[in-house]
């Protein structure tokens, strides 16, 4: 039983059950993390005055417009997404890590997704499946996972022809290199099933 | 720059209050706003840290960066919202809303309208300079007609938007003028401001030499007059003897819209409601008189 208000209201950090980061495949972050400003006082406290801008801060707070300052809040910043992509784990997969074909999927697709690949596989098809819960920051490890398969393909719900690649597509690509293709993209609004996948698959593999 | 720290023991002095020199054109009228509201800040004794000043986008959405007081420069349009969320958070902060003509007429405009209606309680400062300067001068809904701006270069097509008497419309509790080269009359326009329990919009004509020199001509003074009263607001001294000074009862709306819908311009209080009911005060006061469950009791039900 998850009660999961408690979850809500938790103070510390260290008292979030490590079963919610195994949901969704994450580390648990380091203790320290460098943010663009040292204080993050909120109003009523004495001394702590400050202005929270859209412009350029320094350490301080106050407004800074000298080059290396900038370029400083823009390497914390993404020093913050970098946390968050070291401590990725492998997401969740369907089947061996090895095969002939892997289809990658996030969000809605996920149960037709895995239902192909069981079916696949009762017919002897080498497929297997990835299913991806966090779809920005990527984990580090993709290129290796997608050299143990022949082929990589992604099924998403959203449009790409010959000339317009479909957006998980791209961002695979941008990322590792790998010649990853769609399967199935698509924006006709309908949940994707898991036959349309498994005739795709079989199709792709003829 | 070190932010500098206010000692509770000592009198509050500008110098406290200066954070670093405001990125604005040589002679712009912001530096008379934000120099009239530290001035006000050290007459009434606000203490800084329980001040905040919430702001737009735009010139007049760098005040707060240059006002040592806890200060957010928010989205553009956006400051009636954020601070409404903190009036209703924070009944115990001081909350000032620095908002331009474009900021609050234009792209907050449907936020003016709600933030006045909803009559929360803060001080509203409109800095009206009659066109968008921050990028450079374009055609605001303030622009007099004729005014050449970069978008309209052949003058502007319409004729101004009386900010003052749409506000009146509204039915704002508080609704005052001033402009930016009369400290005296501006803090005075504050102090009452500040004092009025709800939404206090106060409209501050403001020079912009820079892109509009001819704006507002603060050297003659025979294009204004004074409203004086009682109960309003008293006429600024070094000026007193040079204007005509109106008698007008801040409490009689109907003489308030003759003098907005006026062609001229006057300075002082238009309007003043003390009994309009805030929307913050009404939510506080519900959730007192709310029966008191534990989070336990509540989420109970939830439970899966």
Not at chain 2, 31 to 58: E, Q
Request: proline share 6%; charged share 25%.
């Amino acid at each position: 039983m998850i009660d999961k208000p408690q979850i809500n209201e938790i103070d510390d950090i260290n008292a979030i059950p490590d079963f919610v980061f195994e949901r969704f495949r994450i580390k648990r972050l380091p203790d320290h993390i460098e943010m663009v400003r040292n204080s993050q006082s909120i109003p009523g406290t004495e001394g702590g005055m400050r202005r929270v801008t859209g412009l350029n801060t320094d350490q301080t707070g106050s407004v800074n417009y000298f080059a290396g300052s900038n370029q400083r809040s823009h390497e914390v910043r993404n020093e913050k997404v970098h946390h968050v992509r070291r401590a990725l784990t492998v997401p969740e997969m369907f089947g061996p890590s090895e095969g002939d074909v892997l289809a990658i999927s996030w969000g809605s697709t996920r149960g037709a997704l895995e239902e192909a690949i069981i079916n696949c596989r009762k017919e002897g098809i080498k497929a297997s499946g990835m299913h991806l819960r966090i779809v920005y920051p990527l984990p580090l490890m993709f290129k290796e996972i997608f050299a143990k398969f022949k082929k990589v393909v992604t099924v998403e719900l959203a449009y790409g022809d010959s000339l317009k690649p479909a957006p998980l597509m791209m961002l695979l690509r941008s990322e590792t290199l790998v010649d990853v293709r769609s399967l199935i993209c698509r924006a006709t609004g309908r949940p994707i099933r898991p036959k349309i996948i498994k005739e795709k698959i079989q199709e792709l593999l003829r | 720059m070190n932010v500098q720290t206010v000692n509770p023991e000592q009198k509050l002095t500008i110098k406290d209050l200066h954070t670093e020199n405001p990125r604005w054109c040589i002679g712009c009228g912001d530096f008379g706003i934000v120099m009239a509201l530290k001035r006000f800040m050290i007459d009434d004794t606000l203490n800084p840290k329980d001040t905040v000043n919430v702001s737009g986008i735009g010139c007049s959405g760098r005040a707060p960066n240059y006002v040592n007081t806890y200060g957010l420069h928010g989205i553009h349009g956006r400051p009636i919202p954020i601070s409404l969320g903190l009036a209703l958070v924070r009944p115990d902060l001081n909350v000032f809303v620095h908002s331009g003509d474009g900021d609050a007429l234009s792209i907050g405009g449907n936020h003016l309208i709600h933030g006045i209606n909803k009559n929360f309680n803060c001080v509203f400062l409109l800095y009206d300079n009659e066109l968008y300067a921050l990028t450079k001068s374009q055609t605001s809904p303030t622009t007099r007609k004729g005014h050449a701006t970069n978008t309209q270069p052949s003058g502007s097509y319409l004729d101004p938007l009386n900010a003052v008497r749409l506000v009146l419309g509204i039915g704002a509790s508080f609704v005052a003028s001033s402009a930016d080269w009369m400290p005296d009359h501006l803090g005075q326009v504050l102090d009452a401001a500040f004092k009025h329990k709800g939404f206090s919009f106060v409209h501050i004509s403001q020079r912009c030499p820079h892109f509009d020199p001819n704006n507002f001509d603060h050297k003659s003074t025979s294009w204004f007059s004074f409203l004086t009263h009682e109960k309003g607001i008293p006429v600024d001294k070094r000026l007193a003897d040079k204007v005509e000074v109106v008698q007008h009862d801040p409490s009689n709306a109907e003489a308030a819209f003759k003098i907005a819908n006026s062609s001229r311009v006057h300075f002082g209080l238009y309007y003043h409601d003390p009994k309009k009911p805030c929307y913050d005060q009404i939510l506080r006061d519900l959730i007192t008189k709310t029966e008191q469950k534990s989070r336990k009791d509540m989420f109970a039900k939830f439970r899966i």
